[in-house]
């Protein structure tokens, strides 16, 4: 089992950067995957970035603005969000599969205001 704690969540105005850090109880060289997704109101979640196997995929949406990293030796990943918009703003959930079984934070919340 593996339990995520979000962090760094809040409001920011448009243009302006927000740091989202997700510590995990496990070690993430042992997770198949790690990422984030978001969802906003009346939305889907859908992807936002993610590391699998060392290799990160990004949505269209926040190419160019978004990084995901990791700290192995913190069990940390972190999403760097810059140039942040309106349209960003949502829950946005850490992820991690184990074996093919998914795990979720409890979410954060990300308000980007116009």
């Known amino acids: 089992q593996v339990q995520l704690v979000e962090s760094g969540g809040g409001l920011v105005q448009a243009g302006g950067s927000l740091r989202l850090s997700c510590a995990a109880s496990r070690s993430i060289p042992s997770m198949n995957t790690m990422g984030w997704y978001r969802q906003a109101p009346g939305n889907q979640r859908e992807l936002v970035a993610a590391?699998?196997?060392?290799?990160?995929n990004y949505a269209d949406s926040v190419k160019g603005r978004f990084t995901i990293s990791r700290d192995n030796a913190k069990n940390t990943v972190y999403l760097q969000m810059n140039s942040l918009k309106p349209e960003d703003t949502a829950v946005y959930y850490c992820h991690s599969d184990l074996r093919g079984i998914s795990y979720w934070g409890q979410g954060t919340q990300v308000t980007v205001s116009s």
């Open positions: 590391i699998t196997r060392g290799v990160t």
